[in-house]
């Protein structure tokens, strides 16, 4: 920890020329009576990210940050006012029609050269940044048994494995009591299949299986699933629990460290390498966002999102009602209209499911977003797009659907916001770098892929030091550009792509698996 | 282990005297040109727990089993022919109309007496079967954090509090990323918020959030939600992750420690005492079924209820799609019209569930079901309600409700039939004893309460010999009438509530909590 420093001068932060509102950056917030530097007294205090009326705005005149209309005054507001939540009307959401469909060339950008990192390259082209054992399950109802059995192989083999990092048990509430018929079923059956084939697993599948589940390991991976490798001819890499040959307890627990072992033996041969940081897919997320979101940290992670993709990577963002409102930005940086129709559809599909459940996107927004000063989704939405950079948008993934082997750049990867399941879906992609923003603070990783945790604001990243890996607090504090700081995590990046553990792998913490399921249950 | 025993003498179980089809007993099954005395020869090789035509069937003819049409022939079926599933034809669901409400009047039984058990009395006058500490999660965030601070608390403080079973970490994939308005999201909130009440944690509840969650602490627990006690005056009980006061990630592991020995400490109070067995909570449930199911396992389930309710005790049965084909069934045995129509609302509103997915009650069949002999959702539903036993409905609870303190007898608690998804509601309804029969097999058990697990059949019961704690294929083998089995149920019931452990809880190998969410995720 760093001593905490002296107060830094009151100022406020415009996203947009256009914007009548700037947002409070200093650490603590603002009192009533301030002198803004070129800019209103304060009627108010001010807490900090919290958005402030640059002129005196009449009832009903939009209220515009990031140069758009994120709500209409429901009252006259003096310049130098708190514009909080409670003083915005919300716009509708735009309809999908008249959109602009690829209507922005793209820049000219130099490719990015020269940038490397150290990983496990695999048979299908797709390069780890971890080496993992990962033990797919087809149902929840195997997961004691194969949480007995991780326990097992990480005490008494994973110690003979020197080059394997650790074992996964994929356990998650899927297989059993669903409607595996649905057409939505295909969903959560994807993703379970894609996780399995992430490459920190090196291809080495291996599945158990209670017997009796809907969701059969042939139904799981069909044959030809595996573009890695497939020996199953030798049916050696499915252990099925209720298959007659297991007698008691033990044998199915030796049985799952028996298969264990022939993949460890072929994971220990992998050893790190050179690969150009093409090879990097890294999934961008934000969780627990503040008003700071959309200010410091998801800007940084724009500059290197364009970074990426000017070094050939794969980079996605995702987050369905977190991109709605700016539908229009999204389709215009189509890279052609079959990529802006593919937004179309994602968005549209997740308008009716959420209709379904006689909500909209509006639902997204949670107490600590608005404790944090983001009034509303227009606003989150605005400041949550702005991680995708400037890059065009050169596919489009469903939920839980993987990468193909074509698919690079920027890549829209439709999934929930909710950051658990959003991290899933993104796993099923391929991601093998995750990069997850938070003004709030969570403790959020995954045993799968290392997880940088990127706090908005000093004053988190002060508390949190042991668990935030960068603080882009220092752009509201004045002391780095977006841009330096953009560049500071794209070799952030490539540091723990190469095995630099993360805040989150040296505790150790992780969340669950949540598939996203839209299909009933039974 | 015992030794295999001799093959017994070729035989058919028929279920209701009005039944044309019956099924094979036998162990392994019975090859064609096997006569049955008093029945058909077998024209087919008919595999154990599946069905034999009794007569000659023609096309069109209703199929009887339990004394209820599951099918109707496809074509014209010789006696002594395998009736299996492709020779049948799904009747459809029965409508909501014109049932018999309560039209069955109680047998008079004599109330049973002299049983009692050695639990865990609790100030609102539950009983607990187990001393556990319950740390109760507002957020799936908080997840990795809370099982870090769960293992630190089982190495470090239990060693400490002798009289405590274990910590659990009550972890589940809701509280952020959901439609927390929807009307349906009532059912995972009230999920989560009884489950922590569950007489096992004899009222110590202490939460972990993360701060910015939707699901705060006062809306998972507003006050007055505890009915055992609530000292909040203290602001004790909840540990916010995000609150100023933490600086780094062992200040929220040492907060969680501290928070957790001031209820060890208490918790460490509890002595067993002698109690009646009224005291008991049983939830009833099947999975991996097969024909035996409803022949061995749940009947003598049935037995066992019947026993529970002459007991005094409360005993619940589940499965929302395992009893819709017999709604005429449950609505004749309600109590009273009110819980009739509590029954028609439940089964309703999941019928229109399942609709709006697309799907309806037969999705909830399984591969292993087929396999099993159990050609439809009719014949699996009979089977299913047969444990219900013979007593009144006394009450309905929706899905996560907790049993009201006059909520005694016979209650049908619906929920989805998923394994893990039942169990975890049926913990929410109070649930102190788990009894869960199985023909395929499975695994399963539960951190939070013990579950009794019978096999259907001596074949699975002699293969997981160290995971079956009962073997009901002595019914189906001539060994031990119905009557008897359900007996030694009932006396297995009071030995495991009183501490015996189950073959799960040896193997410490337990299931998640999965939570029923029909609202949308954002
Ligand atoms: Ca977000
Ligand atoms: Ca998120
Ligand atoms: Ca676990
Ligand atoms: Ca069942
Ligand atoms: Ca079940």
Redesign the interface.
């Known amino acids: 920890?760093t001593a905490p420093k002296p107060p830094s001068k009151p100022h406020l932060i415009r996203m947009h020329p256009r914007d009548n509102v700037a947002i409070v950056g200093n650490d603590g917030g603002l009192a009533a009576g301030t002198t803004i530097p070129d800019g209103p007294t304060l009627k108010d205090k001010v807490p900090q990210a919290h958005k402030v009326a640059l002129t005196d705005l009449t009832a009903g005149q939009p209220v515009i940050r990031y140069g758009v209309t994120i709500g209409y005054a429901l009252k006259d507001i003096a310049a130098g006012s708190w514009v909080h939540e409670k003083l915005l009307q919300m716009p509708s959401a735009r309809n999908f029609e008249n959109l602009p469909i690829a209507t922005i060339k793209p820049h000219q950008t130099e490719p990015l050269t020269g940038f490397t990192f150290e990983g496990y390259r695999n048979d299908d082209g797709s390069v780890g940044t971890r080496n993992l054992l990962g033990i797919t399950t087809t149902v929840?109802?195997?997961?004691?048994?194969v949480?007995?059995a991780v326990q097992r192989i990480r005490n008494e083999l994973l110690p003979r494995y020197k080059n394997v990092d650790d074992v996964v048990g994929l356990?998650h509430?899927y297989g059993?009591?669903?409607?595996?018929?649905?057409?939505?079923a295909i969903i959560p059956i994807r993703t379970v299949r894609n996780i399995s084939l992430n490459p920190n697993f090196g291809g080495e599948v291996m599945v158990v299986s209670?017997?009796?589940?809907?969701l059969?390991p042939d139904r799981l991976l069909p044959p030809g699933s595996f573009p890695i490798k497939d020996d199953r001819s030798t049916s050696v890499n499915t252990i099925c629990?209720?298959d007659?040959e297991?007698?008691?307890?033990?044998s199915?627990i030796e049985a799952i460290m028996r298969e264990a072992e022939i993949h460890l033996k072929r994971l220990n041969q992998r050893t790190r390498e050179t690969v150009p940081a093409s090879a990097l897919v890294v999934g961008m997320q934000c969780?627990?966002s503040d008003a700071l979101s959309g200010v410091t940290a998801n800007p940084a992670l724009g500059i290197a999102a364009d970074l990426l993709v000017r070094a050939g990577a794969t980079v996605m963002f995702s987050e369905n009602?977190e991109v709605r409102d700016g539908v229009d930005q999204l389709t215009a940086r189509a890279a052609n209209p079959d990529v802006a129709q593919a937004i179309i559809d994602q968005l549209e599909w997740y308008d009716n499911?959420?209709a379904?459940?006689?909500?909209d996107?509006s639902?997204?927004t949670?107490?600590?977003?608005k404790?944090?000063g983001l009034s509303n989704i227009v606003e989150k939405a605005m400041g949550s797009i702005i991680k995708s950079g400037s890059a065009q948008i050169s596919s489009v993934l469903a939920p839980g659907e993987k990468l193909g082997a074509g698919q690079r750049g920027l890549v829209y990867a439709a999934t929930?916001?909710?950051?658990?399941?959003?991290g899933t879906l993104q796993l099923a992609a391929g991601m093998n770098l995750h990069i997850f923003t938070t003004g709030?603070?969570?403790?959020?990783?995954l045993a799968e892929c290392p997880v940088i945790k990127v706090a908005t604001r000093s004053d988190l990243a002060?508390?949190?030091?042991?668990?935030m890996d960068v603080n882009a607090g220092r752009v509201a504090d004045g002391e780095l550009s977006i841009e330096a700081l953009g560049m500071e995590i794209f070799k952030l990046m490539l540091e723990v792509a190469s095995g630099r553990k993360t805040?989150?792998e040296q505790?150790?913490?992780?969340?669950?698996l949540?598939l996203?399921n839209?299909?009933?249950?039974?």
């Open positions: 920890m929840q109802c195997v997961a004691g048994v949480e007995f356990e509430s059993c009591g669903v409607a595996i018929d649905a057409a939505e209670l017997g009796c589940e809907k059969q629990l209720q007659a297991h007698v008691g307890f033990m199915m969780g627990g009602t499911y959420l379904r459940g006689k909500v996107r639902a997204n949670t107490p600590g977003n404790a944090g929930p916001a909710s950051d658990f399941i959003c709030r603070g969570t403790p959020y990783g002060r508390r949190w030091h042991d668990l805040w989150a505790w150790k913490i992780h969340n669950a949540v996203f839209p299909a009933p249950i039974t």
